[in-house]
């Protein structure tokens, strides 16, 4: 079955570093790879798709990575800044899914002043 | 546009009540997903639908039903409610069904059953 594995403790980073969470898949091979924020207490919003035949993907601060031979994605945000301070997943996405979305657990990310 | 907005913010319910979760989305998005999330988890899908009048399960169906009307809305019902379904609920739509399409969510219903 599809499996979806993302950084389960929580990344701690300062002000003005980058950050790069992981996201791993096994048993399959998702056509798209969707990223999304979730802040405590509300739902999860969209930030980026990724293509398989994309190697790179950047949105201002923003950039994912798609390898398809290591099956994994890496998600980074440059000159983090408090307010990205939130937990982010992954939901790598067959071609013909049907919008039914299988979500990595997240990762946690604080990024302290 | 007000987006998905699913009622109530929370509630407690007792073992064996029933109860309905309420979505509603002004996007005129087509399709319309349930997903429950426990702590320190990836978000599930209950049920899904991809039209007005059309259903399906999705990964963790079981004690839980689910209509569709109309476009706008798609309420969750709890039949028998467990402790196990203890979880916050969040209600997601997007325009079509394609993998490409980002899924708007609703701020969540977080439920106890005790």
């Known amino acids: 079955s599809q499996k979806i594995e993302q950084n389960s403790e929580a990344l701690n980073i300062q002000e003005g570093k980058t950050a790069t969470l992981t996201c791993n898949y096994t048993n399959y091979s998702p056509a798209y790879l969707q990223w999304y924020r979730q802040d405590p207490g509300r739902g999860p919003v969209f930030l980026l798709l990724?293509?398989?035949?994309?190697k790179e993907k950047r949105k201002e601060r923003l950039k994912v990575t798609f390898d398809t031979t290591l099956k994994q994605s890496l998600f980074h945000i440059t000159a983090s800044q408090p307010a990205d301070s939130a937990t982010y997943l992954c939901a790598p996405v067959l071609y013909n899914q049907g919008g039914k979305l299988i979500f990595g657990q997240g990762t946690e990310l604080s990024v302290k002043p | 546009n007000a987006g998905v907005t699913q009622t109530p913010k929370f509630h407690i319910l007792k073992i064996g009540q029933s109860m309905t979760l309420q979505c509603t989305q002004d996007m005129n998005h087509n399709y319309m997903y349930w997903y429950r999330q426990d702590p320190g988890m990836g978000l599930k899908l209950i049920y899904y639908s991809v039209g007005a009048g059309i259903t399906d399960k999705g990964e963790v169906p079981n004690g839980y039903n689910v209509s569709r009307s109309t476009t706008e809305d798609f309420p969750l019902r709890l039949e028998l409610a467990a402790p196990s379904q203890t979880s916050v609920y969040f209600c997601?739509?997007?325009?079509?069904?394609?993998?490409?399409?980002?899924?708007?969510f609703g701020p969540g219903t977080r439920l106890t059953v005790l």
């Open positions: 990724i293509r398989e035949n994309e």
């Open positions: 997601a739509s997007s325009s079509t069904g394609g993998s490409y399409n980002e899924q708007f």
